[in-house]
């Protein structure tokens, strides 16, 4: 079983809709959290960075930590065509600060 | 442009030859990472550094893979007698350093071994 669960999507949703994507987890060391976009053949892109439990928000992006249930989500209000990406979660540990468990990642597909 | 830079964007080589990847960090960048990602899945750990110090290797780093990041700047990536199992995306990341994790990546160095 691997350490980081994410569903592998496609998820498709109409424009404007509200994207709800999360990943679970098994080892209740990991401390900081992370969601990256990533574009076909592209690099991986940080959008939001959390440490410990909690909620963050940054301008259409919200992500959520809840350490006790071990399952991290991010949403993205307001859809847009442009979000068309697959999304990747990361989280990792304080005494491994470089070593990352990346979810295999989502598929998310805004339609007009 | 000050992101994360690597050099070749694409690398077609033959089976059996080597081949070698450079990756230029974030300025000031503290920790440089090199990550795998195949087709259909997230990156997987390959090694880190702090300045010029290897500080952790993944079991997925075999003894044809080598990584150096001389005087702490760039990092080279090395793969030995590749095998058609070493196509992928190879990734490097950085981040500021110590008790920052936010890593920023670069666009990749997509390899195919034919």
């Known amino acids: 079983q691997k350490e980081v669960e994410q569903d592998p999507g496609p998820l498709s949703v109409p424009e404007g809709a509200i994207v709800s994507l999360n990943c679970t987890y098994s080892?209740?060391?990991?401390?900081?959290f992370m969601w990256y976009r990533q574009y076909s053949r592209k690099g991986p892109e940080l959008l939001m960075y959390?440490?410990?439990?909690g909620n963050k928000e940054d301008g259409r992006f919200t992500a959520q930590v809840d350490k006790s249930s071990k399952y991290i989500s991010l949403f993205i209000r307001d859809s847009q065509p442009s979000d068309s990406a697959t999304y990747l979660c990361?989280?990792?540990?304080?005494?491994?600060?470089?070593?990352?468990?990346f979810g295999a990642g989502t598929q998310v597909v805004v339609t007009p | 442009d000050t992101g994360v830079s690597q050099n070749p964007r694409h690398k077609i080589t033959k089976r059996g030859q080597n081949v070698t990847f450079r990756c230029d960090p974030i300025?000031?960048?503290?920790?440089l990472y090199w990550y795998r990602q195949t087709l259909g899945q997230g990156p997987e750990f390959l090694t880190y550094?702090?300045?010029?110090?290897?500080?952790?290797k993944s079991r997925l780093l075999s003894d044809r893979f080598s990584a150096e990041r001389p005087k702490g700047s760039f990092s080279t990536l090395e793969i030995q007698r590749t095998e058609q199992g070493d196509s992928a995306m190879y990734l490097c990341?950085?981040?500021?350093?110590?008790?920052?994790?936010?890593?920023?990546f670069g666009q990749g160095t997509r390899l195919t071994v034919v």
């Open positions: 990361a989280m990792g540990t304080t005494d491994s600060w470089g070593k990352f468990q």
């Open positions: 300025s000031e960048h503290n920790r």
């Open positions: 959390t440490y410990s439990s």
């Open positions: 990341a950085s981040s500021p350093g110590t008790g920052v994790a936010e890593a920023f």
């Open positions: 550094f702090q300045n010029e110090a290897q500080l952790e």
């Open positions: 080892n209740s060391a990991f401390q900081y």
